[in-house]
């Protein structure tokens, strides 16, 4: 059983000295248990703070444990009367090619659903960011405009395209030209923004003529900057995600810019509501029958960055933080 484990805690981007590839036996099912198979590991942006010992709405790995992560895997021993070798269930059996469960947590997966891969993306806990957020939090109107940035991954790429079902203009912030032309080209944004680009702010703002309703936050940062001015009185702010800051260990340097925030969210009544997509667990049965249904006819696509082999993970985690993956990324495990 091969499996990575936290080294030691990163400051600042995670390299390879902060993660270790174990061999050890592999866990044999006792009695009411099942052997776990991992077929596909999810690799998220939350993890970087699983990482820290930092205070957060989730307890922090311990150093030599397994990195935790969402997986597919494959019952291959079974000693619980509910699962059957063969099964394939959604676990958390974290970066392992083999783990043991009691079987609470599992959810069985019926592979006519869609590709097992997908219940790590736009079937599975980022698709539900995205439809929750956005349409608890958001709640787009015919007409306005929503902007979201890491619009190509698999969170923002389904809020824009969700958002455009909806009836309002998706406006999407990505990296680099190729990632923009996904957005327009593929998924019909009606507009995508490089925020690499020099003049960025500029652009967002040719690109939002009527100003911001919605804005998704997925990075923070000089992303955040250029949107705060465009946003429109009672625009909503669903704050999902700060991936531009995860890898900062302190503050960045310069003047105390809270007043400016802190102004614009009185004189145009803004809404910022942070959330946890764990917070609209109600809505997961609305969720994949819309989300489903849109996909099986065709109305959403989503896009996967496929890594192979446990080994490699690491690299790839901590490439997604700076944009290096172009859509969700997973690891082809088995
Ligand atoms: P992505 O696959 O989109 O990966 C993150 C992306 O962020 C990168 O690909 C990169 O895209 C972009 N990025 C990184 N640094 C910057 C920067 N400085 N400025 C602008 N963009 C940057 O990830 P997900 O779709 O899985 O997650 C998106 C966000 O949603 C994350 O912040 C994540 O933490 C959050 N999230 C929150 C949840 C919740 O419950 N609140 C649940 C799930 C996700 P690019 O190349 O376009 O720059």
Not at 39 to 64: N, Q
Not at 329 to 334: G, W
């Amino acid at each position: 059983n091969r499996r990575i484990v936290l080294a030691a805690r990163p400051h600042g981007e995670p390299k390879p000295e902060h993660f270790r590839l174990e061999e050890g036996r592999t866990p044999a099912p006792q009695p009411g248990e099942v052997l776990l198979r991992t077929r596909w590991l999810s690799l998220d942006p939350y993890m970087r703070g699983r990482m820290s010992a930092a205070k957060s709405y989730a307890k922090p790995v311990e150093i030599g444990e397994v990195m935790v992560g969402q997986t597919v895997s494959e019952v291959v021993a079974s000693e619980n009367p509910a699962f059957a070798e063969g099964d394939l269930v959604l676990a958390n059996a974290g970066w392992q090619e083999f783990a043991v469960s009691d079987g609470s947590g599992l959810r069985r997966l019926d592979p006519a659903d869609g590709a097992p891969s997908q219940f790590l993306g736009i079937l599975g806990m980022p698709g539900m960011t995205a439809y929750t957020g956005l349409l608890e939090i958001g709640r787009p109107q015919p007409k306005e405009t929503v902007v979201v940035a890491a619009a190509a991954g698999p969170v923002g790429s389904l809020v824009g395209q969700i958002a455009r079902i909806k009836g309002a203009r998706a406006v999407g912030i990505a990296g680099g030209a190729e990632k923009c032309a996904y957005l327009t080209e593929t998924l019909g944004f009606d507009a995508a923004v490089d925020h690499r680009a020099n003049d960025f702010p500029d652009a967002l703002a040719r690109a939002c003529p009527d100003g911001i309703d919605v804005y998704f936050e997925n990075v923070g940062g000089a992303v955040f900057d250029a949107v705060l001015p465009l946003l429109n009185d009672f625009a909503r702010v669903p704050v999902c995600g700060l991936v531009a800051g995860y890898n900062l260990s302190e503050l960045p340097s310069g003047p105390d810019r809270s007043p400016v925030l802190m102004r614009a969210i009185l004189t145009k009544r803004l809404t910022l509501r942070g959330f946890i997509v764990w917070d609209f667990a109600a809505m997961q049965d609305d969720f994949l029958r819309d989300v489903g249904g849109w996909l099986r006819a065709g109305r959403v696509k989503a896009r996967e960055d496929v890594v192979e082999g446990l080994e490699n993970a690491p690299a790839a985690f901590a490439g997604m933080l700076k944009g290096a993956n172009f859509g969700k990324l997973v690891v082809k495990v088995a």
